[in-house]
């Protein structure tokens, strides 16, 4: 069975900084992709951010771009988010996803709210 266990999240004035993080419970060898999305009120749930276990390679969603950087324990099995400069905009339940074999999972989310 997968877990996948956020933690990090919380209230920050804008152009504050937060890291988040997620602990999976597979073994970094069957992860094809690790990553973020979020999903702030009434709307969808977006990428913000994921890596491939093999050869660490990046996606982040344009709106974070150069703000925020994923990372990865170099064991694999736990990803990291951290987010400067943040704005309102990026207030959101913010999810760790992870791929194995093709299956995407989730955790439960972890809420960042971004305001003075």
């Known amino acids: 069975q997968v877990r996948l266990v956020e933690s990090g999240g919380g209230l920050v004035q804008p152009g504050g900084s937060l890291r988040l993080s997620c602990v999976s419970s597979?073994?970094?060898?069957?992860?094809?992709?690790i990553g973020w999305y979020r999903q702030a009120p009434g709307k969808e749930r977006e990428l913000v951010a994921t890596i491939t276990s093999l050869a660490s390679r990046t996606n982040y969603a344009d709106s974070v771009k150069g703000r925020f950087t994923v990372s990865k324990y170099s064991a694999g099995n736990t990803v990291y988010l951290q987010m400067n400069s943040l704005k309102p905009e990026d207030t959101a339940v913010y999810f760790c996803y992870l791929r194995k074999q093709g299956m995407h999972y989730w955790g439960k989310g972890t809420q960042v709210t971004v305001s003075s």
């Open positions: 597979v073994f970094a060898s069957s992860i094809e992709s």
